[in-house]
């Protein structure tokens, strides 16, 4: 029996076994590739309106200071790429962060248009890929306290959802007046203490001590406005990146 395993591993290695060693393997590409023009070099394709945008922020996260767009179909409108152009500048979180400006040439072809993107940068901006990532306002408000420990000029951070302005612009002043309010010294209420009767030669009739009154409450020390300033990207009634410059910028 023993003599029989080597020919039928042999066998089995020569026929039916052998599909088990065959492996079919695909290319996996990535999403971003299929927004390339395969009939232009370094050009993007763009169908319709979402195109246009999501190719706008791919050369927006790739830092680009230049970029064509070859634009099929509805996406060939010259409104429809100052619509996209005026989206991912102003109402994305990436590009109303990163952007200065974005301006567009147009050419209206034959069958597409072609785009000519150039986008400027703003200075001194940080990765959002690598930004601190906060779960809601009070990760803000606690991230905020240790830059102002460590005395940081500012502080930028990322939500990790849309959140409304009003509840970030309300935790950054909630921050301030706490720490006004912690610096700000003992103020005493008691009553001051009554004068003693000054002696006199002549006998004194006996009087009742002067009936000291209670002094008015303190006036609660007055707190100046936050002098921090929150910039919020993009700037609407949700955003999802905070930036605060503890030390005002000067002129």
Same mark, same amino acid.
């Given at each position: ?16 076994? +052998?599909?088990?060693?065959?492996r079919?393997? @695909?290319?996996?590409?990535?999403? @971003?590739?299929?927004? &390339? %023009? ?14 246009? =945008?999501?190719?706008?922020?791919m050369?927006?996260?790739?830092r ?5 767009? #070859?634009?099929? $179909? ?6 429809? =790429? ?9 109402? !994305?979180?990436? $590009? ?8 567009? %040439?147009?050419?209206?072809g034959? +069958?597409?248009?072609s785009? /000519?993107?150039?986008m400027?940068?703003?200075?001194? !901006?940080?990765?959002?890929?690598? *930004? *601190? ?14 830059a102002?420990r460590?005395?940081?000029e500012?502080?930028?951070? #990322? ?8 509840? =970030? ?6 921050? &301030? ?11 005493? /209420? ?21 009936? !000291?009154?209670?002094?008015e ?10 002098? &921090? ?7 609407a009634? =949700? ?5 605060v410059?503890?030390?005002?910028? *000067? +002129?």
């Amino acid at each position: 029996m023993k003599k029989c395993l080597p020919v039928l591993l042999i066998s089995l290695l020569l026929t039916g076994c +052998g599909a088990l060693l065959e492996r079919s393997y @695909s290319v996996v590409e990535p999403y @971003s590739d299929r927004y &390339w %023009d395969s009939t232009a070099e370094d050009t993007l394709r763009a169908e319709n309106r979402q195109d246009l =945008v999501n190719s706008l922020l791919m050369l927006v996260d790739e830092r680009a200071e230049e970029g064509t767009i #070859r634009c099929y $179909g509805a996406a060939s409108s010259y409104l429809q =790429v100052q619509s996209a152009c005026r989206e991912v500048s102003e109402e !994305t979180a990436v $590009g109303s962060y990163l952007l200065d400006s974005l301006t567009f %040439d147009y050419e209206n072809g034959a +069958g597409y248009s072609s785009v /000519t993107c150039r986008m400027a940068y703003r200075e001194d !901006t940080e990765d959002p890929a690598a *930004m *601190m990532t906060l779960s809601d306002s009070q990760s803000l408000v606690d991230l905020l306290r240790l830059a102002v420990r460590e005395e940081h000029e500012k502080q930028t951070a #990322r939500f990790s959802y849309n959140t409304p302005r009003a509840e =970030v612009t309300g935790a950054v002043e909630s921050l &301030w007046r706490e720490l006004q309010e912690d610096a700000a010294p003992p103020v005493s /209420t008691m009553s001051p203490l009554p004068e003693e009767p000054v002696e006199t030669e002549e006998p004194a009739e006996e009087k009742e001590p002067p009936v !000291t009154e209670d002094t008015e409450p303190a006036m609660a020390r007055e707190i100046p406005p936050c002098p &921090w300033e929150i910039r919020l990207y993009p700037d609407a009634a =949700v955003t999802e990146i905070v930036e605060v410059l503890l030390v005002p910028e *000067m +002129g």
